[in-house]
């Protein structure tokens, strides 16, 4: 290029990294890869034991676990916005998708069953993207904290329940939780002395290991060791149970054999896995995203749970949602990108392709101790002794869901949850804690600790939030209380915290008014939102009297008595 010719537009540069789609993947200078390979060998050594534990708790063949951490992991990978999030099956997804198929379905493990397993990965892909498409994330913010936490809380209770027998070497037959507990704790007479000892001795080296090497994925080891004990003294001959054949390869695709109607029955299910990932991984993904600076996309997030769903249906593979755990893991690594991810999909894959053969071996108790490792966490007591101290109605709502969960199946505590929320949100609006303003030291007007005239006569009253059907009446009431008592001849509302009003609202507005009137009482509104007044002229109300500030309505109130 010569000095006459005019410089060019700077365009972006083929070479600049990723494209955009792949988010997750964008950022990484060239120095961090050794670490972010690292970090991917790390998640591989903490998903190979996870999913094969996950998929066993939901009745799966444990090769549907590994076949999860491949291509929809991959998909996941390179179709998010986050840069840390793990998406895998966990503890809270595998519970769900056990309890929910056990009630439609044949026995778990059976072909039926998993067939509808496939199935139930593709429903739940479809409600994400559906979730996505129409902008219904905020569908999750009904799963309050302590809904989430009694609700997980009763989701690890239910796992550890059934570990408790893998690890005792028992079996048990009863189909309800109090029964089946009863006979884990009748049948501990009855238990396989090793297969005892290696599940207490697998949990013990995690928990040493988590507090003294936190660097070491701790489960990998402890599952090497107790594989490696049993096969050398041949302990799967003495009570031991081993996982046995996995089969090798990669997964091929697969279109579920699943009858139209049993398509319908997995929808609430579906609707009920995704709400919790979209409660626990969106708050993750954000937390995440905020304490290291980077943009997150929530409706991205949800598209990509769909389509990395759409893989795992198709590659017979359990459906996946999001690891807070593993993401943790990732943090503490170092990693801020998905090449973790790309890494342990590689990793799982050549394992199933060339070494599969060595996962027979795996000690059924170690699995179970491993998982019960990892789940023990999600009971978080903490978070219930601050809802004790704090707010005791929330800490029953938590409760509540703790034991709806193994006493009334999964999918029933979902619902009740949901219901508990929609009460509470219900409760609170219905008593919006009105409150008469009084002049301050500093002439402006600020909440009364009591009910008070702002002026001789005049009762400013501040309303604090939409007026709606579920609070209309206790409107009416407050308004009535403060004016039937003493000499009141204006009554302002100040309609700030008013945002809506809905045509009950508009009727009980009207009839105040309208009572106030007939016993020679003023009405006016004070600092409306411009939407509010719309909506009050909509409603056929455009003739009551607005004032923009309560400083405004004082001076005319002192005018009108001057008159007087």
Avoid at 208 to 227: F, Q
Avoid at 364 to 374: D, Y
Avoid at 496 to 518: M, V
Wanted: charged content about 15%; some cysteine.
């Amino acid at each position: 290029m010569t000095d006459a010719d005019p410089p060019r537009p700077a365009g972006p540069s083929r070479s600049a990294g990723p494209p955009r789609w792949a988010g997750g993947l964008r950022g990484v200078p060239r120095s961090a890869l050794p670490r972010e390979v690292l970090a991917g060998a790390t998640l591989a050594a903490l998903a190979v034991p996870l999913n094969i534990g996950y998929a066993q708790i939901a009745g799966l063949p444990p090769v549907t676990g590994l076949y999860a951490a491949i291509v929809p992991m991959l998909v996941f990978a390179l179709l998010c916005s986050s840069r840390q999030l793990v998406a895998s099956p966990d503890a809270p997804i595998a519970a769900l998708i056990g309890s929910l198929l056990g009630a439609i379905a044949a026995k778990p493990g059976s072909a039926e069953y998993v067939e509808l397993a496939y199935a139930q990965a593709l429903v739940c892909a479809a409600v994400f993207l559906l979730f996505a498409v129409f902008r219904l994330g905020f569908l999750a913010d009904f799963l309050s904290e302590p809904v989430l936490v009694g609700f997980i809380a009763g989701l690890a209770i239910e796992i550890l329940t059934s570990q408790a027998e893998k690890i005792l070497g028992i079996r048990t037959t009863a189909d309800d939780f109090f029964p089946e507990l009863w006979q884990i704790i009748t049948g501990i007479p009855d238990a396989k002395p090793w297969s005892v000892i290696v599940g207490v001795a697998t949990m013990a080296l995690i928990v040493a290991l988590r507090r003294y090497a936190p660097a070491l994925p701790g489960p990998l080891i402890a599952l090497v060791l107790a594989t490696v004990v049993v096969a050398v003294a041949s302990l799967d001959k003495h009570g031991v149970a081993i996982l046995g054949p996995v089969p090798s390869g990669l997964p091929a695709p697969h279109w579920p054999d699943v009858s139209l109607g049993r398509w319908a029955s997995l929808i609430p299910g579906a609707i009920a896995i995704c709400a919790v990932t979209l409660a626990d991984g969106l708050l993750t993904a954000r937390r995440y995203a905020e304490q290291h600076g980077y943009p997150l996309d929530a409706d991205r997030e949800l598209r990509a749970f769909g389509f990395a769903n759409i893989g795992a249906g198709l590659t017979q593979s359990i459906t996946v949602g999001s690891s807070a755990s593993r993401t943790a893991a990732m943090d503490a690594t170092g990693s801020r990108s998905q090449i973790p991810a790309v890494v342990c999909a590689a990793v799982v894959a050549v394992l199933l392709a060339f070494f599969s053969g060595v996962l027979k071996y795996l000690p059924a108790a170690a699995l179970a101790g491993i998982v019960a490792v990892a789940v023990v966490r999600l009971i978080d007591l903490p978070a219930l002794r601050r809802l004790w101290t704090l707010r005791r109605s929330e800490f029953w709502i938590a409760a509540v869901c703790m034991l709806g969960v193994p006493v009334l199946g999964s999918l029933t505590a979902v619902v009740i949850a949901f219901l508990l929320s929609a009460v509470e949100v219900v409760r609170r609006a219905a008593r919006p804690g009105g409150t008469t303003l009084g002049p301050g030291p500093d002439g402006r007007f600020t909440a009364a600790s009591r009910p008070q005239e702002a002026a001789a006569g005049l009762v400013l009253y501040r309303f604090g939030n939409e007026l709606f059907f579920a609070n209309a009446a206790e409107f009416a009431a407050q308004v009535d209380d403060l004016t039937t008592s003493g000499d009141v001849r204006w009554f302002v509302l100040d309609a700030e915290a008013i945002t809506d009003i809905d045509t009950t609202g508009a009727q009980t507005l009207a009839d105040t008014a309208g009572k106030l009137a007939d016993r020679g009482v003023t009405f006016a509104v004070a600092r409306a939102p411009r939407s509010l007044r719309d909506l009050l002229v909509h409603y056929g109300l455009g003739d009551l009297t607005h004032y923009d500030s309560n400083e405004a309505a004082l001076d005319a109130y002192r005018q009108d008595g001057a008159h007087q």
